[in-house]
C-alpha cells in the first residue's frame, strides 16, 4: 500500500478466507487466537509509547541543532524568545513522558498488569510526539517543508503513530472502562 510516510516498512492487507490450518501447526488452543493477542497489547502500546519517545527526542535535537545554526535577522533564531520557550516546552513534555515510560517499562517487566497505565502512556506520548513534529517544523521555516529536511520525514512519519496500536480514541475508550465510566 502507498503511505504518506513509513515507506521502508512494508504495509499490505492479509485476507484469510476458508483457510485451513492442520493440527500439527495449530499454536496453543483452538479458538484462543484473540485471546493470545489480547495478552500482548500492553506490550505493542508500551512499544509504540517508546517509538514516539525516540522519535519526538531525535526531532528535538535535530530542532535544537537547527535553530542554533540558522540565522535570521543577523541573530541566530535560537535567540529568540519564542524559539527558547518552544524548546523549553517540549523539552519539558519529553521528560514528563521518558519519566512515566521508565517507570512503564520496569513495572512490565516485573510482570504487573498496567493495561490502564499503558493506554494512558500510548495515547499521550503518541500525540505529544505528533504535535511536537508540527511545532519543530514551524522552527525550521521554509527548509521544514522541503523533503530533504529531516524533520519533514518525521513530520509524516509520526502521524500514524496515535492511529495504529489501538487508535488513541480507543485507548481513551479503554481508560473511561477501566475507570468504571
Ligand atoms: C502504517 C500502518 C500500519 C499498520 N499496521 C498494522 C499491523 O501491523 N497490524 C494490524 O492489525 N493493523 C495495522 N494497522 C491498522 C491499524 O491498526 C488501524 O488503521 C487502526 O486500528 C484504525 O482502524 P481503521 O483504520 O479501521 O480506522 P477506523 O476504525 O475507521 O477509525 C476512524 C476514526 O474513527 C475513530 N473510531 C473508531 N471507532 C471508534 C470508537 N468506538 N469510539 C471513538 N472513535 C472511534 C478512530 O479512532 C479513528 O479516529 C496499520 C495501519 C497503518 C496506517
Not at 478466507?17 to 485471546?35: S, T
Not at 514528563?96 to 498488569?113: I, P, Y
Amino acid at each position: 500500500m502507498k503511505k504518506m510516510g513509513a515507506y521502508s516498512q512494508d504495509t499490505a492487507e492479509l485476507t484469510f478466507e476458508d483457510a485451513r490450518v492442520p493440527v500439527a501447526n495449530l499454536l496453543g488452543e483452538e479458538g484462543k487466537g484473540f485471546y493470545y493477542l489480547m495478552d500482548k497489547l500492553q506490550q505493542e502500546r508500551l512499544m509504540c509509547s517508546n517509538g514516539a519517545l525516540v522519535v519526538a527526542q531525535e526531532m528535538l535535537q535535530t530542532t535544537m541543532n537547527y535553530v542554533k545554526e540558522r540565522h535570521a535577522f543577523g541573530q541566530p533564531i535560537s535567540s529568540f524568545q519564542n524559539t527558547q520557550f518552544e524548546i523549553a516546552e517540549m523539552a519539558t513534555e519529553l521528560t514528563v513522558a521518558r519519566t512515566f515510560l521508565d517507570d512503564l517499562s520496569t513495572r512490565h517487566m516485573n510482570g504487573e498488569a498496567i493495561v490502564t497505565e499503558v493506554s494512558m502512556a500510548k495515547w499521550w506520548v503518541t500525540d505529544m510526539a505528533r504535535r511536537m513534529s508540527a511545532r519543530c517544523l514551524q522552527l525550521h521555516g521554509g527548509y521544514g517543508y522541503m523533503e530533504e529536511s529531516d524533520i519533514a520525514r518525521r513530520y509524516r512519519e509520526v502521524a500514524v503513530m496515535p492511529i495504529y496500536a489501538g487508535s488513541n480514541e480507543i485507548m481513551k475508550n479503554s481508560i473511561a472502562r477501566n475507570l468504571g465510566l
